[in-house]
Nanobody, 126 residues
Framework: QVQLVESGGGLVQAGGSLRLSCAVS????????MGWFRQSPGKEREFVAA????????DYHDSVKGRFTISRGNAKNTVWLQVNSLKPEDTAVYYC???????????????????WGQGTQVTVSS
């Protein structure tokens, strides 16, 4: 069983920054590709960023490129999402997700990830 626990969300003014963290249980974290997704009220969960097992490759939704950075520390079983230059439209619950089924590749699809955290709220005021 893999458990994911997000933290670091909060209320921030537009233009501000946060660092979201996701602590992952399990001995084989380094074999999981990881992703961040977000969901706003009334909207479907959308892809934000993803990173391969070793951290060598990343992918981002166009709306966050240049503002958000995903990284991981395999020795700490943790993945981070640095979110800068925040906009009110970034307000959402942010979820991290683990892709454990034998692939290290990046995916922007919800269906590719089989374990999810409970989410952390990010609210950006204008």
């Amino acid at each position: 069983q893999v458990q994911l626990v997000e933290s670091g969300g909060g209320l921030v003014q537009a233009g501000g920054s946060l660092r979201l963290s996701c602590a992952v249980s399990g001995r084989t974290f380094s074999s999981y590709a990881m992703g961040w997704f977000r969901q706003s009220p009334g909207k479907e969960r959308e892809f934000v960023a993803a990173i391969t097992c070793g951290g060598g490759n990343t992918d981002y939704h166009d709306s966050v490129k240049g503002r958000f950075t995903i990284s991981r520390g395999n020795a700490k079983n943790t993945v981070w999402l640095q979110v800068n230059s925040l906009k009110p439209e970034d307000t959402a619950v942010y979820y991290c997700a683990a892709r454990t089924q034998g692939f290290c590749g990046i995916s922007s699809s919800n269906a590719a990830y089989d374990y999810w955290g409970q989410g952390t709220q990010v609210t950006v005021s204008s």
